[in-house]
Structures are given as C-alpha cells and as structure tokens.
C-alpha cells in the first residue's frame, strides 16, 4: 500500500512526497481506520482524504460547509484527471440527477456535498445504493456549538457512523484548541479514532502587530514596502470600512476590491473571481471573505480591526502563504477596538455562559497583542504547543523595550478615578493633558487634581498607557456606557504604589523594512529565471483559467511556472520531473508549454 500512496500522490497529484503527518493518515485511512487529523491552514489537508479515495474501491463523500471551496476542489481534481463531483444548492434539478447517476454508476472518485444535504432522506438514499470509500468530513470544528464557525447542520454528521459502521470516516480541521478537539470527537462519536496532530507552526508566516495610529497610512507603507506587486487579504469589521478602505486604496493606485455579504451576489462572484485568477488582486473583506479560499500564493493577510479570539486571527492569517513561501500577517491595533469588541459581547444575544467564553477569548488575544516576547511562541502555547523564539516576527526581529509605567499608571488610574469611572480614553487623555475642551469645562474637570498632570508625555503615549491597562485588567471597558473605562480591584496594589507596572515602550517603525528579512522560508527565487518567459507562462496561465472558468492556481501552480522558466524543458517527458506535473497534465499542456518555451530559447 505504502508504494501504492506514493505512486497515486506522484502520478496524479504530481508530488514528489508527502508532508509531514500526511503518509501516516494516507496509510490509516486506507486500510480502513478512522482518522481525526488536526492540521493547521496550508498543512496539506486535502491530500490526507483524497489519496485515500483513490485507493479504496468506491466513492468517497466529501462533506463541506463551503460551497466556493467545493467547487475550485472539484475543478482542481478534474484537472488532474480524478473524477469528482458535488452536489449543493448552485446545481439546478438537471445537474443534480445528472451527478446522482454518475455515482450510482460508479463513475464517481470523489462527491463533494454540503451537509444540509447530506443529511436529507434523499441524500441518505442515495448512499445507501453505493458503497462509500470513506467519508471525510471537512471543517469539523464547524460541529463545535461554541466555536466561531458553528453550522448546526454538522450536529446531524453522528448519523454517517451509526449508518454505515464500517465505513472509515476522517475528520479535519485547523482548529486546535483541545476544547474544540473533545467537542469534535463527542459529537461525531469518534472515540476510537486514532488522532493525528500536527504542529501548528506555519513558519514561513512573519506576525507583525502595530500600534493603530493612522490605520489606513500604515496599511498603505506596509503594503508599498513589503508587498507592492503581491495577492493579500485586509480585513474589516464592517461593510462600510471594507468599501471604503478599498476604495481608498484603489486611489492610491492598488487594485483593491471590496467584498462582504452586503454587496450582491455577482460582484460578490466577480470580485472573488478575479482574486483567485489574476495577479496582484488586494481583497478588502469582513471575515466573510477567505472560507474556501484556497489560493495558494496569498503573500499578505492585514486586520484593520481586531478579530474576535485567537482562533479566529490565526485562521485568517493561515490564508497567508500556503504554497510555503513568505508570507506577513500584519495587524493594526488600538484601544477602539477592544472598546468595540467588548461592546458587541455585551450587547450580544448570547447567555452569560457565551459572554464569559467570549470574553476570555478577546483577553487571550488582547494577551498575543501585548506580549513583548515572540508572538509565534504566545500563539503556538495557546494551542498547546512549546517552541523556541522563531526569529521571524516582530517581537523577535525588534525587540519591544519595556519601561516603568508604574507612575504614568498611577496617573491615568486617577484620571479614571476622579472622573467617576465614566469617560473613555480619549476625555481622559484631554484631561491628563490639561487641554481646554467644552466637555471638560461642562464637567468641570479641569478643577480635578489629575488635570494637566500628564502634559509632560504626549497623546501617542497616554493611548497606550491605557491600552495596555485594559490589556493588563487594571482598567475594563464598561458594559453599559459607551467606551468608558472603569477601574478593577486589580488597580488598587498599583494606585497604592504596592505594585509595579511594566509596559512595551512603543517606538514608531515607520521605516521597519530597514530591518532586512531573515526567513525562514525564502521567498520564490527567480535566480536564473528568464523574466520574459515567466511572463509569457503566466499570460499563458491566464488565458487557459479564463477559458476554463478556473482559478489560475488550479491550472498550475506558481513555483512550478518558475521552475518552467528557470529550467525551460525541451521535452514533454521531461514535464513530469517539475513538481507540479501529474501525469495528466503533462498530456494536457505538455506539447503547448514546450512549444511556449522554445519560441524563448532561440
Ligand atoms: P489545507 O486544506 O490543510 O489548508 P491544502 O490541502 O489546501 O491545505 O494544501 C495546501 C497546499 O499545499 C496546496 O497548494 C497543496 O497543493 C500543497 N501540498 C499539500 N501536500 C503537498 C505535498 N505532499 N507536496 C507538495 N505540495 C503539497
Ligand atoms: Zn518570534
């Protein structure tokens, strides 16, 4: 069997050898066992139940939540020769009897179905006139009622093993936190599965988290200095910042395009579209934006706004650099988001049970935004994994000073104080500062002892201050009125000058691409790479996804177009050396490539 894997992973899939974990799931799977594989975003996941389809006698059934990523799996598959299908809710009633008959026929490797339909009687059926290879369910952390992704759906999936016991099922999921795993393993009743986890790291991504100053400039330096011809994601919490920071940076001369669930369903498909198809393509998106996305070469995720728990960032920043090469995840953070992500927990229709939850998962990220050590070491012990500082992320590269901020605590604590506990940051500050505003003569505030106190620092500092405050639980941001911070017990040893505070000392890294990158993972080298024909393979790339209605990446990937350029074969035999090339597409495009490539050599 072990040489059977191999020769399916090399003849269809075009890989030289498995990654990681990935034999050893291939291997279970196949001969029968259950599986539930744990794998961050760009692990390799796909592989570990498609290979296996292929092997066993039958065909597998694929349950997906994501009708967008179904569809570019099945395009994907059919390019490389492996019969898949799907059936959701885009097919009209003709196509769905058509993809029925190819699977009662046996004509089906591989049938994708989004679990609304699997569990109808129909559905069920059908299934129970075919033997199933396997069943796969992806996204299975979608079966976790707490989770940030729950589809109630997935609660029926129990119903597969209690219907068809000896059909192996595998589970997979990016989401790691041992919670989510035990939720997982209750709910599709896979006590005896065998579980297979791998790191969590995705080293070739570099974390970088800034201080929110003027968000959208910040953005536009970091996208200019790191990533000026790149594919990336930027989101936003809400529509109208989506449209208007895509907007904004398509007047500075990006091509950016917005995308939320408020916009209408074409555009939506157009924008979309010409992410996964053309170069270079910026999508502005809420978190709507990225599920079933599975485009390879994203060089960038940017948050303008603060996720909601680690879970969530390290999701969409796991959309960042799946091919292997360097990626950023970049975040602008500042005091308003924490006000506003504690508002909407409060105001949130949840029960006290999930306000607490989600409350402790904004700390945690709120912990990860304020660290002065390794963010990658802070984010992989969340997910329960040691590691050693890793030398590509900010912390890492620029080490945070930190300073006594016990006085300037003390300060601020006061200005809290004094003003009874019901002003936001940004009055306070005003206060400290000793500025003359209406809102402080109406209150009378400039009459206070803390007035003026803290002219000598500037406004920049103060924000931070009392950022790092919330971070630090001293202060809290009120449920009821709007923003306004309120101190905690946990304030009192400070004010009373029993407790030392320490913060990060924030130092302005306008010019931060000064510090020169050590990857870990080198960006594609295009040493010894003809430029021209690079360009005329991507042109040629283009051309074939727009005939094919298909993302480019499924026609081939990056790397391999360089390593076209860089080796420029003569033969078609010589195709199937190049990662990238299963023996399908060989036959496909092998004679058009090699005729593309001489026309360069004369
Ligand atoms: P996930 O679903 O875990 O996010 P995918 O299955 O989409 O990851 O795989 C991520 C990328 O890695 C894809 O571009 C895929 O082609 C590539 N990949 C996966 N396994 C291998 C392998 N063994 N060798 C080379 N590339 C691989
Ligand atoms: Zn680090």
Redesign the pocket.
């Known amino acids: 069997m072990r040489d059977d894997a191999l020769r399916v992973?090399k003849d269809v899939f075009g890989?030289?050898?498995?990654?990681g974990a990935?034999r050893e799931i291939v291997e279970h799977v196949a001969g029968g066992g259950d599986a539930l594989v744990l794998?961050?975003?760009?692990?390799?996941?796909?592989?570990c139940y498609q290979v296996p389809a292929l092997l066993r006698p039958g065909t597998a059934v694929v349950v997906s939540p994501l009708i967008a990523l179904m569809q570019d799996q099945v395009a994907a598959l059919t390019q490389l020769g492996v019969r898949a299908a799907f059936l959701n809710s885009t097919l009209d009633l003709e196509q769905v009897r058509e993809v029925e008959r190819s699977l009662l026929d046996g004509s089906l490797d591989l049938l994708y179905v989004a679990p609304e339909r699997l569990n109808t009687p129909r559905c069920l059926d059908l299934l129970s006139h075919i033997r199933p290879a396997l069943f796969a369910i992806d996204e299975a952390h979608c079966v976790a009622q707490w989770g940030h992704d729950f589809r109630p759906e997935y609660l029926q999936l129990s119903v597969l093993h209690e219907r068809f016991p000896d059909v192996p099922r595998i589970a997979l999921t990016?989401t790691a936190d041992p919670a989510t795993r035990a939720e997982i393993i209750e709910r599709l009743a896979l006590q005896d599965s065998r579980v297979f986890v791998s790191s969590f790291d995705r080293p070739n991504i570099r974390y970088t988290i800034v201080d929110k100053d003027d968000a959208r400039k910040q953005l536009l330096r970091f996208i200019r200095n790191e990533h000026p011809d790149d594919a990336g994601i930027v989101y936003c919490l809400s529509r109208k910042k989506v449209d208007e920071t895509a907007e904004w940076l398509a007047a500075q001369g990006l091509r950016a395009l917005p995308y939320h669930a408020g916009m209408d369903a074409p555009t939506r498909a157009a924008h979309q579209a010409r992410f996964q198809r053309e170069d270079s393509v910026i999508v502005v998106a809420t978190i709507a934006f990225g599920m079933g996305i599975?485009k390879?070469d994203v060089r960038f995720v940017a948050h303008l706004d603060l996720p909601r728990s680690i879970e969530g960032y390290y999701q969409e920043t796991g959309r960042a650099g799946?091919?292997?090469a360097a990626a950023d995840a970049w975040m602008a953070y500042g005091l308003a988001d924490v006000v506003q992500q504690r508002r909407f927990i409060d105001q949130s229709e949840g029960s006290e049970a999930f306000r607490r939850v989600s409350s402790s998962k904004l700390d945690a990220l709120l912990g990860l935004c304020e660290t002065a050590q390794c963010r990658r070491v802070h984010l992989l012990a969340y997910f329960g994994e040691q590691g050693e500082p890793c030398g590509n992320c900010d912390n890492c590269l620029n080490p945070p000073e930190t300073w006594d901020a016990t006085v300037a605590s003390q300060k601020s604590l006061s200005a809290i104080y004094r003003t009874g506990n019901r002003f936001g940051a940004t009055h306070l500050i005003d206060v400290l500062r000793g500025k003359d505003t209406e809102r402080i003569r109406q209150w009378g505030h400039d009459k206070l002892s803390v007035y003026g106190i803290g002219k000598a620092e500037d406004e920049h500092l103060w924000r931070s201050v009392f950022r790092q405050l919330v971070a630090l639980g001293l202060a809290r941001v009120d449920h009821e009125s709007f923003g306004a911070l309120v101190l905690t017990e946990a304030a009192r040893p400070v004010l009373r000058g029993e407790q030392k505070v320490m913060m990060r000392r924030i130092v302005e890294r306008t010019k931060d691409s000064a510090v020169r990158r050590t990857r870990s993972a080198a960006p594609l080298s295009l040493e010894g790479v003809d430029a021209g024909l690079l360009a005329a393979l991507k042109a040629w790339r283009l051309e074939e996804a727009r005939t094919q209605s298909v993302p480019a990446y499924v026609i081939l990937?990056d790397s391999t177009l360089v390593e076209l350029a860089r080796s420029c074969p003569t033969e078609t035999d010589e195709l199937a050396d190049i990662?990238g090339f299963g023996s399908r597409k060989v036959e496909r495009y092998g004679d058009a490539l090699i005729e593309l490539i001489s026309g360069f050599r004369s």
């Open positions: 992973l890989h030289a050898a498995f990654r990935q794998m961050p975003t760009g692990g390799g996941k796909s592989l990016a599975d390879p799946r091919d292997g990937h990662a």
